[in-house]
C-alpha cells in the first residue's frame, strides 16, 4: 500500500522489528536495545495504564484512503491513501490530573540533535498546548549512546526560535544532557519517562 502525506510524496515507514533478518544465533537483549523507542514508550504507556498511574496513548495518523482493491468478499486491500492533516505530537493523555502532551525523536547522532526533526506545526501545537495549561515536552533518544532524556518545551522552543536569527540547526548533546532529564530503564518499564514528569509539576 502506498501512504501519501497532501503533497503527494510517498511515505516512508522509520525502520521497526517487524521484518528484520535476525542472526541466527541467540543473543541475550539486555535493557531490550532492539526495541524503537516508539516501541519502548508504548510498553512503558501500557504498564502506566495497566497500574492506574497514567492514561497515556499514541495518538492515530489521520488518513484518507483513495484505493481499495477487493480481491475477495471477505479481504480488502488498502492501495492508496495520503495523511489527510499534519501530525502534531506522538502522545497524550492524563497524569494526576495535568494533561501530558510530547513528542518521541529518536537520533543516531552522537553530538546533537538535529532541530530538522520537528516541524513549524508541532512546535506550534505544543505552544499552544501549553497556553492551556497543559504539560509538553520532548523525548529524545542518543540511539548510538543508549540514553533517552526527556526536554523541556522552554529549551526546545529557546533553540527552535534562535534558528530564525542564525542561531544552531541543532541541540548540543551536551545541552541536553544538562537540561533535560535522563531517563534510567527500570525492569519493568523501558522508558519511566513519569519520574521526570515530576520534576517539571
Not at 542518543?142 to 526536554?151: D, G, K, M
Request: charged share 20%.
Amino acid at each position: 500500500m502506498t501512504i501519501r502525506y497532501p503533497n503527494g510524496n510517498a511515505y516512508r515507514a522509520p525502520a521497526t522489528s517487524i521484518g528484520r533478518r535476525f542472526p541466527s544465533t541467540y543473543t541475550t537483549d539486555y535493557g531490550k536495545r532492539g526495541m524503537t523507542l516508539e516501541e519502548e514508550l508504548n510498553e512503558s504507556n501500557t504498564y502506566y495504564e495497566l497500574h492506574g498511574l497514567a492514561v497515556v496513548h499514541k495518538k492515530p495518523t489521520p488518513i484518507r484512503i483513495v484505493k481499495v482493491d477487493y480481491p475477495k468478499r471477505s479481504a480488502a486491500v488498502i492501495k492508496e491513501a495520503y495523511f489527510s492533516t499534519a501530525s502534531t505530537t506522538d502522545y497524550n493523555g492524563v497524569y494526576q490530573g495535568h494533561y501530558l502532551d510530547f513528542d518521541a525523536k529518536e537520533t543516531r547522532n552522537k553530538s546533537s540533535f538535529p532541530l530538522k526533526n520537528f516541524h513549524q506545526h508541532q512546535i506550534d501545537h505544543m505552544r499552544a498546548c501549553m497556553t492551556q495549561g497543559g504539560i509538553c515536552f520532548a523525548i529524545i533518544k542518543f540511539v548510538t549512546r543508549q540514553e533517552i532524556y526527556l526536554y523541556p518545551t522552554t529549551k526546545l522552543f529557546a533553540c527552535w526560535d534562535a534558528q530564525e536569527t542564525g542561531g544552531r540547526k541543532s541541540v548540543p548533546y551536551a545541552d541536553i544532557a544538562e537540561q533535560g532529564i535522563l531517563i534510567t530503564p527500570e525492569l519493568q518499564l523501558p522508558v519511566p519517562y513519569l519520574k521526570a514528569v515530576d520534576q517539571l509539576l
